[in-house]
């Protein structure tokens, strides 16, 4: 396994709700990647953190926020819930040094959620 | 436009067959090539790089043609235990992010 453990595992939501989705990184790693996963998509960047500030964002709305620790842990939280946000959502973690790109990157298995 | 493009399949192959799948990305400055493999309600997981020269791991096969932005996957000799989604994932020059784009993933069935 990857060592990125993610949880809960599965949740259900009604809308306007919020969650917290939480992500436990690869030891040794230092950032923590989410992706959101809709059934049949690819992964889409959400956003990344880096040494505790978010180091880059896709196109998410702000409701979409998140939060690393120092022990590179992270969390992400979904206010107003909408009907769209049922999705898979992944973190990844890996190891950014200070050349650049942070190579590989490994995913947990995702925690489920669903709106209703 | 979306950045990846995949062909979403279904294809459905015997064991012992070879298929290909293709991929297309829209960004000219993209770096790094790669092909992952998903299993159903599982995470993605790294199966190989792609490199401008080609690149065998084997029985799969990644070629990466950036003239024409298109990257392709061979798998000979199928198996069962190919049957899984695989995402051709790009990322582009400059980013320091490892923001990785997936293209939605083409499905794989291996039957016996």
């Known amino acids: 396994e990857t060592g990125v453990t993610q949880s809960p595992t599965h949740l259900i939501k009604t809308r306007g709700q919020q969650v917290t989705l939480r992500c436990s990184s690869q030891?040794?790693?230092?950032?923590v990647s989410w992706y959101q996963q809709a059934l049949g998509q690819g992964p889409q960047f959400i956003f990344q953190y880096y040494r505790e500030e978010e180091n880059g964002r896709g196109n998410f709305p702000p409701r979409f926020s998140g939060l690393q620790f120092p022990n590179y842990s992270s969390e992400l939280n979904v206010n107003a819930l909408e009907l769209d946000d049922s999705a898979l959502y992944l973190c990844?973690?890996?190891?950014?040094?200070?050349?650049?790109?942070?190579?590989?990157?490994?995913f947990g298995e995702g925690s489920r959620l669903t709106v209703l | 436009r979306k950045e990846v493009e995949q062909d979403p399949g279904p294809f459905n192959v015997p064991e012992g067959a070879t298929v290909a799948f293709n991929c297309t990305y829209s960004?000219?400055?993209?770096?790094?090539f790669f092909w992952y493999r998903q299993d159903c309600r599982k995470e993605p997981k790294l199966l190989m790089s792609?490199?401008?020269s080609g690149n065998e791991d084997g029985r799969f096969t990644a070629q990466l043609n950036r003239a024409s932005q298109y990257i392709s996957l061979l798998i000979r000799d199928s198996k069962l235990s190919d049957s899984a989604t695989y995402l051709c994932?790009?990322?582009?020059?400059?980013?320091?992010?490892?923001?990785?784009?997936f293209g939605r993933g083409t499905q794989l069935t291996v039957w016996p």
């Open positions: 990844a973690s890996s190891l950014m040094t200070g050349g650049g790109y942070g190579g590989e990157l490994f």
């Open positions: 030891s040794g790693h230092n950032t």
């Open positions: 960004n000219s400055a993209s770096q790094s």
């Open positions: 792609v490199y401008s």
């Open positions: 994932v790009v990322v582009d020059r400059g980013s320091t992010l490892g923001r990785l784009y």
